[in-house]
């Protein structure tokens, strides 16, 4: 059986072409390199065609060269500098389009890699200026948001179970019909937060503000809220049954009803409106020091055995 002439082929040649044409390639992508070979070969060039000028009239031309740098000096100064901060805030708006993209995609993507995706590009949406998001029916479950900006943004219908907010701000936020269960919330700003018909049961808030917030059929129920600024808020309707209130501040707050706290697990140096405070007391007075019933007696109807 006849045996098949295979050219053979250099494999040494192969990878130095490779590696030549690669070399080429990172030599292009860099502007600085591609305009100091041009600026190089340009004067080159013109060296060679002007050297007979150079030879016999040199004070003559020397002057003309001069005029000519002066005007390229102001070339430089004006033009490159105005083109730089074009071509760097176009720049930037195409990385904002690009991370926004990245966002919308991400929505309703029930996965925790998706919620390490919204919670990295917000931040590098941040970092170029960005504080305004909408992010409606998104998975951030067990991400955490750490010195992030959310201004004036919308999360209505997003999982936040057991999401991590420390140092961040949420001020002028809407969350409305979200699973927030477990949050965790420390040092942040929640200032004037829009939140309705939202689970925060079984959640920690400590050292931060929600003053001046609307909160509307909100289920604070078996939570930890120590050092938090509900002054001047709206409460319709929630629940703070089970929850433990440490040095919280509720005063001026509209809607507030002494029923609320009646059941809470823990009133612990909160600040109240005093016809508040007064309603609360007697009513966690009636709840908790309310004597025990005592035990019905049971008549047994014994017949005798015949």
């Avoid at 990172?26 to 502007?31: A, G, L, Q, S, Y």
């Avoid at 049961?201 to 938090?228: H, M, P």
């Amino acid at each position: 059986m006849s045996k098949l002439n295979i050219p053979h082929f250099p494999a040494w040649k192969y990878k130095h072409e490779k590696g030549l044409w690669r070399n080429i390639q990172n030599f292009i992508e860099h502007p600085v390199y591609v305009s100091l070979s041009i600026l190089m070969l340009c004067t080159f060039f013109v060296t060679l065609v002007s050297y007979s000028e150079y030879r016999d009239n040199f004070n003559e031309l020397w002057i003309q060269v001069v005029g000519e740098l002066h005007g390229v000096v102001f070339d430089v100064l004006i033009l490159g500098i105005l083109f730089g901060w074009f071509d760097r805030l176009r720049d930037k708006r195409q990385r904002i389009r690009r991370y926004l993209e990245e966002l919308d995609d991400t929505k309703q993507w029930k996965s925790q890699e998706a919620g390490f995706k919204t919670v990295g590009n917000i931040r590098r949406l941040n970092g170029l200026g960005v504080y305004e998001f909408e992010l409606n029916e998104h998975f951030i479950s067990k991400a955490k948001l750490s010195g992030l900006r959310l201004e004036s943004s919308y999360l209505s219908k997003t999982n936040l179970r057991s999401t991590k907010i420390i140092n961040t701000t949420l001020s002028y936020c809407t969350i409305c019909d979200s699973q927030a269960k477990h949050l965790f919330v420390q040092d942040s700003k929640l200032l004037e937060l829009y939140s309705a018909n939202t689970n925060y049961c079984e959640s920690r808030f400590t050292n931060s503000s929600l003053k001046a917030s609307y909160l509307a059929f909100c289920n604070f129920n078996d939570s930890y809220i120590i050092k938090v600024d509900f002054s001047g808020s709206v409460l319709i309707g929630c629940s703070f049954v089970g929850a433990r209130l440490e040095k919280v501040d509720f005063r001026n707050c509209i809607g507030l009803s002494p029923e609320m706290l009646q059941k809470a697990s823990s009133l612990i140096e909160v600040k109240l409106d005093p016809e508040i405070e007064k309603e609360v007391i007697r009513l966690r007075e009636e709840t908790y020091n309310k004597p025990k019933p005592m035990p019905q007696t049971i008549e047994l109807n014994l017949v005798p055995e015949e």
